[in-house]
């Protein structure tokens, strides 16, 4: 079941962003499948394919027939009321849960019957509604555990110390600041996880998840906890992630200003079920949106 926290009362779909940022909106293309992706990436094998997914717990449904097709630069957003089933998709698509039907697909192969480190290891990474750091490891340790995926060395070269381990010891804490780089973070690379700052901690998140060197990247509520210039940054951020390591974003979020500013294409959520997808335009002022978030009373 999903852990989202926002009631529908809590986020305004049909209004405009207050100070809508000014970016680029891509051509968006139907695909044979009921997706859409932007057309750059048309000719493209999609990165990250979901057909027809579902997930039943007891006699419960709470995914059911979740289709998507991800371009490999493609920034897209998931949104829904509380409940909805978004937190259910991301550990779907993560193999935290097991399908009760339907395929995953990333990059072209199949994820079924694989482990969640075997998935990450293939290339989905994630972040967390609720923060999972190691608290009492710094900054700098959280990213190089990120880094495991990229390890070549072995346990006699490790415990012996030899000049492969001091070398890829180097090569590593290199790349570590390189990604605090990203946040201007490397001035903490010392201090504890534990004792930053909420909006810190959902950044050191997302470094620790690039480390593992995704193909896809999945964001559980980025910015959650950030004032308004921290969300903007983070956008920007974002975009900067998503240009510089060519990967795929796939994002939760119930700050419509955040989610119709960066997101190139929106599916909207709403009881297990895909109910609209489009540009942030056409969701924004889908009545189907309007009245998932609001109720029928919404509804104008």
Known sequence: MSSD????????VGAAPSTPPKRHRPVLVQMETPNLVPERELGKMPVLQAEHLGIDFGGLTAVDDFNIAMGRTEISGLIGPNGAGKTTIFNLLTNVYKPTRGTIL???YDTAGKSVVEVNKMGIARTFQNIRLFNKMTVEENVLVGFGNSMSTHLL????????HWKQEAEFHDKAMDLLGIFSMQGLAHERAGNLPYGAQRRLEILRALATNPKVLLLDEPAAGMNPAETEE????IEKIRDDFQIAILLIEHDMNFVMGICEVIGVLDYGRIIAKGTPEEIQNDPKVIEAYLGKQGVK
Do not use: H, I
């Open 234 to 237: 983070l956008m920007e951020n």
């Open 106 to 108: 990333l990059d072209g």
């Open 5 to 12: 926290n926002t009631t529908k009362a809590e986020t305004t």
């Open 157 to 164: 070269t490790d415990v012996f110390r030899l000049s492969k």
